[in-house]
């Protein structure tokens, strides 16, 4: 599955990989009030189906405002409630900083790659 969406900032895609232990859901572009609606939908999709577990690989994120930030915390929220999870892996610059000075990496767990955020979903 892939969607798309323009907004008045930006643009973004989104992909959405099935992967042995759950989806791998990757947002490119810039993800804003105006553009947050295809990771919205491809989130809610998986989380529609409990146990969730979610990789958000945000390698291709170029900016991430906090509708973007609370969406993520909402669906790990969600996530967990089923007894599932979500992590984000390989961030650029711009959107860790954000995860820092916002306190959200703190609450979701973060990987530096997606590669090494796989193998620990695998680990659990």
């Known amino acids: 599955m892939d969607a798309d969406t323009a907004g ?3 643009h973004l895609t989104v992909s959405v ?3 042995t232990r759950g989806v ?13 609606g295809p990771l919205r939908e491809a989130l809610d999709a ?6 969730a577990r979610l990789v958000v690989d945000c390698g ?13 915390i909402r669906s790990q929220a969600t996530a967990e409630a089923g007894g599932g999870r979500l992590v ?3 961030p650029g610059e711009m959107v860790a900083r ?4 916002t306190g959200v990496g703190e609450v979701l767990q973060v990987y530096p790659t997606l590669d090494e955020a ?7």
């Open 60 to 72: 291709g994120l170029d900016f991430c405002d906090s509708t973007g930030l609370n969406l993520l």
């Open 118 to 124: 796989l193998a620990g979903q695998a680990d659990d």
């Open 24 to 36: 791998v859901i990757r947002p490119d572009g810039e993800l804003d009030h105006d553009t947050v």
């Open 98 to 101: 954000m995860l820092a000075v």
């Open 8 to 10: 008045a900032n930006g």
């Open 46 to 51: 998986v989380l529609a189906e409990p146990p």
């Open 88 to 90: 984000l892996a390989a």
């Open 17 to 19: 990989q099935p992967w």
